[in-house]
T-cell receptor
Framework: EDKVVQSPLSLVVHEGDTVTLNCSYE??????LLWYKQEKKAPTFLFML????IEKKSGRLSSILDKKELSSILNITATQTGDSAIYLC??????????FGKGTKLTVNP | GAGVSQSPRYKVAKRGQDVALRCDPI?????LFWYQQALGQGPEFLTY????????KSGLPSDRFFAERPEGSVSTLKIQRTQQEDSAVYLC???????????????FGEGSWLTVV
């Protein structure tokens, strides 16, 4: 059965800290790995990763995929209170459906 | 519209009542997905449409759950005889047709929060 595991499940940091969120997966017919930020109800898209070793960057956020280790990390530098959210990792496997992890709840305190 | 639109945003149903949740995908998006997200969990796949064809309904938890997309655009998720365990956020998502070379990007609506009392 396809599985995505995120760690840690919860993280509390202070503004300005750098955080690293982890995602590992076991899926058949891997197509892509996606990161989403969920603040209220709708997950909002952050990154899609398909190739190993190529970093994707957007402002203070960056992510990279390691297909050999079946994992990905999401880095956030100089965290701000607005970064507080649940960060979801999902893998697109067979057909187009996404298999999600349980998410990492990030709290950034002022 | 600009994004995926869902209605109602919030629904309280009495146990045993039928509910219908609507999803308007992004214009031109061929693929449409329904996910169920319980409190403290990640979204779990329910069903997937490509145009009007329901290609995968393996995630529907019971025969009380039914989804349709008769004209290949708007979709409705219907839950019959609701139970307390059906309480969750129901997320709809849409995407362009699958590109085998580069994966795909799936955009979510804000969800319909269902509480069964």
């Amino acid at each position: 059965e396809d599985k995505v595991v995120q760690s840690p499940l919860s993280l509390v940091v202070h503004e300005g800290d750098t955080v690293t969120l982890n995602c590992s997966y076991e899926v058949t017919n891997f197509r892509s790995l996606l990161w989403y930020k969920q603040e209220k109800k709708a997950p909002t898209f952050l990154f899609m990763l398909t190739s190993s070793g190529i970093e994707k960057k957007s402002g203070r956020l960056s992510s990279i995929l390691d297909k050999k280790e079946l994992s990905s990390i999401l880095n956030i530098t100089a965290t701000q209170t607005g970064d507080s959210a649940i960060y979801l990792c999902a893998v697109e496997a067979r057909s187009e459906k996404l298999v999600f992890g349980k998410g990492t709840k990030l709290t950034v305190n002022p | 519209g600009a994004g995926v639109s869902q209605s109602p945003r919030y629904k309280v149903a009495k146990r045993g009542q039928d509910v219908a949740l609507r999803c308007d995908p992004i214009s031109g998006h061929v693929s449409l997905f329904w996910y169920q997200q319980a409190l403290g969990q990640g979204p779990e796949f329910l069903t997937y449409f490509q145009n009007e064809a329901q290609l995968d309904k393996s995630g529907l938890p019971s025969d009380r759950f039914f989804a349709e997309r008769p004209e290949g655009s708007v979709s409705t998720l219907k839950i019959q005889r609701t139970q307390q365990e059906d309480s969750a956020v129901y997320l709809c998502a849409s995407s362009l047709a699958h590109n085998k070379n580069s994966g795909n990007t799936i955009y979510f609506g804000e969800g319909s929060w269902l509480t069964v009392v």
